[in-house]
């Protein structure tokens, strides 16, 4: 700043002149204290409004800029220091000029010449300081220095307006226009310093104030209310103009300090992060890449550097993109195309030779004028996240074991269809399938050789539906086929055998096991108004049918199973409340022998009569004990009152129990066996139980021992409805059992033709042979007990002897009645 420079003269460059031992300064400081106090004024008072006025136009010192806003200011006046001090000479010698001639020159002269030296040195010493880098904060000194500056040169320049008096026309218009010049020029060169400027035009007015004293007069006047117009204007200038340039000085600052900022955190960010950044210009060339980046593309930057982006990008062949990899690139195209900004767009890559992923997120840059610049983004490696990520969607959606649509997927494809077939029409099928005898298996051979039978199923229902249908499975033995398309019902049932057919294949499993199991499958068919949680219930209770009806089966949906199941649950409730309450009875059903009629035992049938539905048959609720786990509870009330019962008869009639397979593999059937002998001391071999063979269809390692140590307590073992369903007799060998019941579907066959009696005969020889009773089930006319004698069957049971009835009416008259061989049926 000029008039800083300028007193530099004085002060020989000593930037703290008050601290300075500068001579002076020593000289300066007596005076001023006498000459700036004047007596009606405190110094303090002084010292105040001289702070205000340096403080004019300047931010406020707690706003934190102050030092930075002051340094601008000052480096603003510095720029035009020289041109100033160039304009200063020249305006000096100017009027020395135009003064030629007149007494005046000498002193002009003098003028000028401490104007000019003023000027020349404050120029050599600015000149230099034009290319120095401005500094970064500056003192209130400085302020106060440029305005002390201010106040001296434009007292040397208040003397010009002196001569103003002295000169003729033309000089006196000269010297008017260099003053109005000088007001200008240096008010505005020292306007960023507003009190510098304003000191400045002020010793001005104070010289052209002199001016008009020394010579007054109309122009005079008239120059002088044009100049005071000048400084008016100036002072108000430099003033709102102070403000301008510090507001923009401020913002200047504050967006310098963030782009410090940014920046800082962006090298950092380069340096230390693992993600990298990037930028493209308009025509999509990379402009930008950061280090990171082109070790891994294994690139030089300069290579990179001006290259269309998608060509510097690792994308695997073009031949080799797969469907997912090209609509990636897609969607990055089209979003750059649109000039969107996006967010952790993932892209596969290849680099050295293995998928990676990345996620790019940038922004679209525009210019002032709102044209595309280009992008400006970051990327980063999302490889094991997006792998992490892609593992657990796909455990979500799929079964772990088999590979196959989970149970949540089946769900999403049900729902989607649902909605199709809503919009569209057309239908679908759902098929349920259960393994039978799965949980045996699993439970004999270990869960290794289980997951091997799930894996193989799943791979068979698999096979046979293909692509097009979905395979699921639901969890445990349950699987699950979506079948697309209108629900024919020779269609579907041909699959649905086409799976039982698969599935009954044996197994061939790992260390020599084949297990052998088969299925059963609910179907039902979607409809338009339905959904998936309604369609999976119908296929639950088709499955259900078709278990219930002999397994390897499959049953479609009926909505009349839907009562029936309302009914079950209802039948459940109600009886483990009668079980409580105790009002489930035995009735007694004779077995005689087939020549005397003499009874040799009863078996007992357990009743119930429900208070709504009247009597129900035990071949309906023990199969809801089962489901439902009161058959324990059942069991255990049904043999305890039938040895009880039995404590009442002849010691040579026994009383035969059944037993469902269910109850017979519970660990606790034993148990509850020999507590029912011990509470009511019936002795063992009064005690039959009858088990069916389907018991041994779903064996395991107890049912064996249970089997013998039933034997060693001395209870025996009827083998029930011989003859139905699992035609094999291998466990005929491998069990002694005392007693085979021959079905009653057999009996009731005799009638019918060769092949009833045929088998009858070949059961009794085979029976014969093993030392086991014959007892022929539901004999109902002399005609076929006659039969049955001559076939060679020892025993009988049936309405012809006698229907099942309470205990007390075995008691009071059968042993009476039917002990003689002429009495007939009850
Ligand atoms: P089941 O063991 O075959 O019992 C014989 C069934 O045949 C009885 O039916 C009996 O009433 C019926 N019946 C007997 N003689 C004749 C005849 O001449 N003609 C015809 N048409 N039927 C005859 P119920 O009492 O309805 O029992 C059905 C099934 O329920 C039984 O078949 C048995 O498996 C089961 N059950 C009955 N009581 C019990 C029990 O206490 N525990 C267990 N676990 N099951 C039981
Ligand atoms: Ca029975
Ligand atoms: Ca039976």
Request: hydrophobic fraction near 50%; include cysteine; proline fraction near 4%.
């Amino acid at each position: 700043m000029g008039v800083e420079v300028i007193l530099g003269i004085f002060f020989k460059g000593d930037d703290n002149f008050r601290v300075s031992a500068n001579p002076i300064k020593k000289m300066f400081t007596p005076y001023r204290r006498r000459a700036m106090v004047p007596p009606w004024a405190s110094r303090e008072m002084l010292a105040t409004v001289f702070d205000r006025f340096l403080n004019l136009g300047a931010p406020e010192e707690a706003s934190g800029f102050a030092g930075r806003v002051r340094a601008a200011q000052i480096a603003a006046v510095r720029r035009y220091t020289p041109w100033m001090m160039i304009a200063n000479i020249a305006n000096a010698l100017l009027v020395t000029v135009c003064f030629f001639g007149t007494p005046y020159l000498p002193a002009i002269a003098l003028w000028a010449t401490v104007v000019i030296l003023v000027a020349a040195f404050a120029l050599i010493r600015a000149w230099p300081k034009l290319t120095e880098p401005a500094r970064a904060t500056a003192s209130k000194r400085g302020i106060r220095r440029s305005v002390i500056h201010a106040l001296i040169l434009g007292g040397i320049w208040a003397v010009l307006p002196g001569f103003f008096a002295l000169g003729d026309m033309e000089q006196r218009a000269i010297v008017a226009a260099v003053v109005a010049g000088m007001l200008c020029g240096s008010g505005f060169a020292l306007a960023t310093i507003a009190p510098a400027a304003i000191a400045f035009a002020g010793m001005l007015a104070l010289g052209s104030t002199m001016a008009v004293v020394l010579a007054p007069g109309f122009t005079t006047m008239a120059l002088l209310a044009l100049n005071s117009i000048y400084i008016a204007v100036i002072m108000v200038s430099a003033l709102s103009l102070a403000r301008t340039l510090r507001e923009r000085i401020e913002a200047q600052i504050r967006s310098e300090e963030q782009r410090d900022y940014i920046s800082l955190l962006l090298s950092d960010f380069e340096e230390h992060g693992s993600d990298w950044l990037w930028m493209i210009d308009h025509r999509g060339r990379v402009q930008h890449v950061s280090s990171r980046l082109t070790e891994k593309l294994h690139k030089p930057e300069a290579e990179l550097i001006d290259r269309r982006a998608l060509a510097c990008l690792p994308l695997p062949p073009r031949t080799a993109r797969s469907e997912d990899e090209r609509r990636q690139l897609t969607v990055l195209m089209r979003a750059i195309k649109a000039r969107q900004t996006f967010r952790d767009l993932e892209l596969t890559v290849e680099i050295d030779g293995w998928p990676q992923r990345w996620a790019l997120t940038a922004k679209p840059i525009f210019g002032l004028d709102g044209h595309f610049e280009g992008y400006r983004g970051i990327g980063r490696n999302v490889t094991e996240a997006s792998v992490a990520r892609r593992r657990m969607e796909h455990l979500a959606r799929f079964d772990v074991l088999t590979g196959l649509a989970n149970r949540a997927t089946l769900m999403d494809h049900l729902e989607s269809g649902f909605s199709r077939v809503r919009r569209k029409g057309g239908g679908f099928a759902l098929l349920l399938i259960d393994l039978d005898h799965f949980k045996a298996i699993n439970d004999t051979q270990g869960h290794p050789v289980g997951d091997e039978l799930l894996v193989e199923a799943a791979r068979r229902l698999q096979a046979l539906v293909g692509d097009t249908d979905l395979v699921a499975r639901l969890g445990g033995d349950e699987f699950a086929i979506i079948m697309d398309g209108e629900v024919e019902p020779e269609r579907v049932g041909a699959m649905a055998s086409r799976a039982i057919r698969a599935l009954a294949h044996p197994f061939e499993l790992s260390a020599g096991v084949v297990a052998q199991t088969g299925a059963s499958i609910g179907i039902a068919a979607a409809e338009a108004g339905g959904d998936p949680t309604a369609l999976i219930r119908h296929a639950d209770l088709a499955l259900y049918r078709a278990k219930h009806g002999g397994r390897n089966r499959f049953a479609f949906f009926e909505p009349a199973f839907e009562a029936s199941a309302q009914r079950r649950h209802r039948l459940e409730r109600d009886l483990r409340d009668a079980l409580d309450a105790g009002i489930l009875e035995l009735a007694f059903q004779p077995i005689a022998d087939a020549t005397t009629l003499r009874i040799s035992s009863c078996e007992a049938l357990v009743r119930w009569t429900h208070p709504q539905f009247g009597p129900v048959s035990p071949a309906e609720f023990v199969a809801i004990a089962e489901e439902s786990g009161l058959i324990g509870r059942l069991g255990k009330f049904v043999v305890e009152a039938a040895c009880r019962a039995a404590l009442a008869w002849p010691d040579h009639v026994r009383v035969a129990v059944n037993l469902s397979p269910v109850e017979f593999r519970s660990p606790a059937l034993f148990a509850c066996v020999r507590h029912a002998l011990e509470v009511t001391g019936l002795a063992p071999d009064r005690l039959e139980l009858e088990i069916t063979e389907s018991l041994f269809l779903e064996q395991g390692g107890h049912v064996d021992a249970t089997l013998s140590a039933l034997r060693r307590l001395g209870v025996r073992i009827a083998l029930d409805d011989f003859g139905v369903g699992y035609s094999s007799l291998s466990y005929l060998r491998r069990y002694q059992f005392d007693k085979l019941k021959i079905d009653r579907s057999f009996v009731q066959g005799l009638a019918d033709g060769p092949q009833s009696p045929a088998i009858i005969a070949a059961v009794v020889a085979m029976a014969g042979n093993l030392e086991t009773a014959i007892a022929a089930e539901g004999v109902e006319t002399a005609q076929q007990l006659e039969t049955l004698r001559s076939l060679g069957c020892g025993l009988i049971q049936g309405y012809f002897i006698g229907r099942p009835m309470p205990a007390d009416a075995i008691t009071t008259n059968l042993w009476q009645t039917l002990d003689r061989p002429q009495s007939g049926a009850a």
